[in-house]
Nanobody
Framework: QVQLVESGGGLVHTGGSLRLSCVAS????????MAWFRQAPGNEREFVAIINRSGGSITYSDSVKGRFTISRDNAKNTVYLQMNSLKPEDTAVYYC????????????????WGQGTQVTVSS
């Protein structure tokens, strides 16, 4: 039912910035809890950040806290991930996901996923 499409990935040097976007269609965006996950080749998919329906509650993984910012614009059906001070260990495919109910770090609690956007940080 709900389609998620990520964009904004690319190649950047250590210390650089990227802004990822995820646009949702086919549902009521303001009713969704939205999150970002990431996965490097050979690694498990890991939680990055989550934002509740109104944007008033936000949680980050320890590895990105202070560097990444999640936000949403319900009028545009879009969730964003602003990534600053990027490190090589941030290199991964970044996925957005939605939950209709759970404010959770667990993949099993998210019902829809995008196809991902590649972020590569050199050095």
């Amino acid at each position: 039912q709900v389609q998620l499409v990520e964009s904004g990935g690319g190649l950047v040097h250590t210390g650089g910035s990227l802004r990822l976007s995820c646009v949702a269609s086919g549902g009521t965006f303001s009713s969704y809890i939205m999150a970002w996950f990431r996965q490097a080749p050979g690694n498990e998919r890991e939680f990055v950040a989550i934002i509740n329906r109104s944007g008033g509650s936000i949680t980050y993984s320890d590895s990105v806290k202070g560097r990444f910012t999640i936000s949403r614009d319900n009028a545009k059906n879009t969730v964003y991930l602003q990534m600053n001070s990027l490190k090589p260990e941030d290199t991964a495919v970044y996925y957005c996901a939605l939950s209709t109910y759970y404010y959770s770090r667990q993949m099993r609690d998210f019902g829809s996923w995008g196809q991902g956007t590649q972020v590569t940080v050199s050095s």
